[in-house]
């Protein structure tokens, strides 16, 4: 099974920007499709971006569209979201999550559709 680890998170202030990455490891990268979600104090976990095996097409949710990129490189087995324009309503503990199967249309945001998941990062944005 493949290994995820995630790096990047720390304190932003708001309008500032942050770059996650999240290093895999344990099998072939490029088989994974690759997903963000996060999760904010006593919130439930939701669906932030993600992104198919070639880096061809990316998912974004609808409350970080135009601010955030997801994107991949597969040479170095480590998928990125880059958060620009940061709000405070985007802290959260960041995990990245990876499947084999290819989710269905709306399936992208679904957590329980990725069976590998990392430890998670906090982001903070301060006002």
């Known amino acids: 099974q493949v290994q995820l680890v995630e790096s990047g998170g720390g304190l932003g202030q708001a309008g500032g920007s942050l770059r996650l990455a999240c290093a895999a490891s344990?099998?072939?990268?490029?088989?994974?499709?690759m997903g963000w979600f996060r999760q904010a104090p006593g919130k439930d976990r939701e669906f932030v971006a993600a992104?198919?095996?070639?880096?061809?097409?990316?998912f974004y949710a609808d409350s970080v569209k135009g601010r955030f990129t997801i994107s991949r490189d597969n040479a170095k087995s480590t998928v990125y979201l880059q958060m620009n324009s940061l709000e405070p309503e985007d802290t959260a503990v960041y995990y990245c999550?990876?499947?084999?199967?290819?989710?269905?249309?709306?399936?992208?945001?679904?957590?329980?559709?990725?069976?590998?998941w990392g430890q998670g990062t906090q982001v903070t944005v301060s006002s």
């Open positions: 344990g099998r072939t990268f490029s088989n994974y499709y």
């Open positions: 992104i198919d095996r070639s880096g061809g097409s990316t």
């Open positions: 999550a990876a499947d084999l199967v290819r989710p269905l249309v709306k399936g992208w945001s679904v957590a329980s559709n990725y069976a590998y």
